[in-house]
């Protein structure tokens, strides 16, 4: 089995599949555990406060207890916490490795961060474009499945969650990730299109276990996953470094929500779900958000991974009934 690599968040994984490790996303990792408090609360045993973002707490303790021994951090362009965190990484004997997102889109820094990247792992450049084809087909599978959500209307909002998020380590098998894809798209194009509004969601991926079946069972159709769709990198015909810099979530609010604007727009959405974490600093950017997308915004917060709340579902089913009151006339 090829080493295990942690990352705290997407990185140019392509080079890891390339030096022969295996990339696995510690996000996906934490939540998708049977029992992800338990990561939450070993990071609060050994010291992390409650009064931070328990995705970072989840983070560590899934380092923790898995016993993964390197780990490729974000310093810059993802989450504010992530130096403090690899400074307890490094002190608790874990070997980090930085890798940063430059704000201004600087081509050049992001290509010298992508050779250190390189370096560190070993990788020349043959055997990484190779590793980048066979990586492309498996993308072009994955925005086929965000169209046939939108479009054709057959996958849910939470399977295309599912695709997408974890296009950020392809579960650490590309090749295999693009083979279960490719029958997944033939199973959906069989089946009868959904109904539903049409509902964009935006931020961070969500923290909270059955976000998307509630969406779907007060009259919403997600239609479009904004975070989890630029970790599929779609874009197409590019070099590493422009792909890169394509990619939004790293950057400035405002390339972020000219995306949104463009899947409004397409995806004929009729409200977005803007979903913020507790504690994160990208909670402010509320604020641009909902004066700039042009159509209706309800904004929810989570802090654990755990079921909805009463008051969050009724904030939910009541926007999608506000939003379907003004299809039909009735506002």
């Not at 066979?134 to 599912?162: C, F, P």
Request: glycine share 8%; with cysteine; aromatic share 10%.
């Amino acid at each position: 089995m090829n080493k295990l690599i942690g990352i705290t968040t997407t990185i140019p994984m392509e080079v890891l599949f390339a030096g022969g490790y295996t990339p696995c996303d510690l996000n996906n990792l934490f939540i998708t555990d049977q029992t992800p408090m338990r990561y939450i609360e070993r990071a609060e045993r050994d010291g992390f406060p409650k009064s931070m973002c328990n995705w970072v707490k989840g983070i560590y303790g899934v380092i923790m207890e898995k016993g993964i021994d390197t780990v490729v951090a974000v310093m810059e362009g993802d989450c504010s916490n992530t130096l403090a965190l690899s400074e307890i990484l490094h002190y608790k004997g874990i070997k980090t490795i930085p890798f940063s997102y430059p704000y201004d889109r600087d081509g050049t820094v992001l290509k010298r961060e992508m050779e250190k990247l390189m370096m560190a792992f070993s990788v020349d450049e043959k055997r990484l474009l190779q590793v980048e084809r066979e990586i492309e087909g498996v993308r072009e599978q994955l925005a086929k499945i965000d169209r046939m959500t939108w479009d054709q209307k057959v996958v849910s909002g939470y399977e295309n969650h599912l695709w997408l998020v974890r296009a950020s380590d392809m579960l650490g098998d590309y090749r295999k990730y693009g083979e279960i894809a490719a029958a997944f798209i033939d199973e959906a194009s069989t089946r009868a299109p959904t109904e539903g509004i049409n509902i964009g969601y935006i931020g961070v991926p969500p923290i909270l276990l059955d976000l998307y079946p509630f969406i779907e069972s007060v009259g919403g159709h997600v239609v479009y996953n904004e975070t989890q769709r630029q970790f599929t990198l779609p874009f197409f015909n590019k070099d590493r470094v422009e792909r890169y810099l394509l990619y939004t979530y790293p950057y400035d609010v405002f390339s972020r929500a000219e995306d949104m604007k463009a899947a409004i727009r397409e995806r004929r959405i009729k409200g977005i779900i803007h979903y913020v974490q507790a504690f994160c600093f990208r909670i402010m950017e509320d604020v641009i958000l909902r004066e700039t997308l042009g159509v209706p915004v309800v904004t929810i917060e989570g802090d654990l991974p755990r079921l909805l709340d009463t008051r969050t579902k009724l904030r939910i089913e009541a926007f999608i009934e506000m939003l379907m009151g003004r299809i039909h006339g009735k506002d």
